[in-house]
């Protein structure tokens, strides 16, 4: 399974970037998530979906900022989306998309993920 993350760039503050992600197989359902890695830090978790978008969660770093979403229309589809606003420079990051075979709930650890994409990176300048 391959997933394929695309959106980043350079941004300034206050502005707004939105990544996509897309999973090569379209056989099953998964969870969703982002997560984000900042230069010398862990991989945090910024936010996660259920196989059909009825269940989200947030960090409390981008709640209010942040949405994630999915396409649910074409079955199964788990190409999924991250809108940021309100960008500030910490949240400067390489950001990963995730997918996990437990379709009913979106884990909050890297460890709950059976698949990962490459990164992208998201640059937000003062």
């Known amino acids: 399974v391959q997933l394929q993350a695309c959106g980043g760039g350079l941004v300034q503050a206050g502005g707004s970037l939105r990544l996509s992600c897309a999973v090569s197989?379209?056989?099953?359902?998964?969870?969703m998530a982002w997560f984000r890695q900042a230069s010398g830090k862990e991989r945090e978790f910024i936010a996660g979906?259920?196989?059909?978008?009825?269940?989200?969660?947030?960090?409390d770093s981008v709640e209010g900022r942040f949405t994630i979403s999915r396409e649910t229309i074409y079955r199964p589809n788990n190409t999924v989306y991250l809108q940021m606003n309100s960008l500030q420079p910490e949240d400067t990051a390489v950001y990963y998309c995730?997918?996990?075979?437990?379709?009913?709930?979106?884990?909050?650890?890297?460890?709950?993920?059976?698949?990962w994409g490459q990164g992208t990176e998201v640059t937000v300048s003062s």
């Open positions: 979906t259920n196989w059909n978008g009825g269940s989200t969660s947030y960090a």
């Open positions: 197989d379209t056989g099953r359902w998964y969870s």
């Open positions: 995730a997918a996990s075979r437990n379709v009913l709930t979106a884990g909050l650890r890297v460890t709950d993920y059976d698949y």
